[in-house]
């Protein structure tokens, strides 16, 4: 029974970074998106098209990513608290992929808030503001991912 979980461990741990890859992927490209779309006329043919590869790319990669990174996340914490006992989910690695967790899914939420103004035309970000926050995402997952790894403070 051991290899079995092991194995279903090992298994989901792989569907959750890919979909970890993907929804940070989306995350990153959205503010790029937003950095042109400020170029486009409002009205234009281009304005419109930012609009729609905005949503289908909130609605079809990062959304579904999400979810699906939550979902093996579970599981993996499910596996673990049942190898390990449960008091791994208080040592400092495990509080800090957390925090960032928290970060990750407020900042899904500030870059879909974001979205939605832009397809009414009331964005009052400028391209200076995405340039600098673009990457964001990506130093929450170095954390994350660098604390995971070496469970530090373990």
């Known amino acids: ?3 079995w979980i092991l194995q279903q461990y090992n298994l989901a741990r792989g569907l959750h970074i890919i979909a970890v890859i993907a929804w940070m992927a989306g995350m990153m490209y959205l503010p790029r998106l937003y950095i042109y779309h400020l170029t486009a006329p409002p009205g234009s ?6 609009k729609v590869m905005e949503l289908r790319l909130m609605r079809g990669i990062i959304n579904p990513a999400m979810i699906i ?5 579970l599981l993996l914490i499910w596996i673990d608290g049942h190898l390990r006992g449960w008091d791994f989910l208080l040592r400092p690695w495990m509080l800090t992929k957390l925090a960032g967790v928290v970060f990750l899914v407020s ?7 974001a979205r939605r103004r832009f397809e009414t035309g009331t964005n009052q970000r400028s391209d ?9 995402p990506f130093v ?3 954390i994350m991912v660098i604390a995971v790894t070496t469970e530090f403070g373990n």
Do not use: K, P
């Open 140 to 142: 929450a997952a170095i």
């Open 107 to 113: 900042w899904h939420g500030f870059l879909s808030r």
């Open 45 to 50: 043919q281009m304005d419109e098209t930012f």
């Open 128 to 136: 200076r503001f995405w340039r600098a926050v673009n990457e964001l």
């Open 1 to 3: 029974m051991g290899d």
């Open 69 to 73: 990174a939550f979902l093996f996340g």
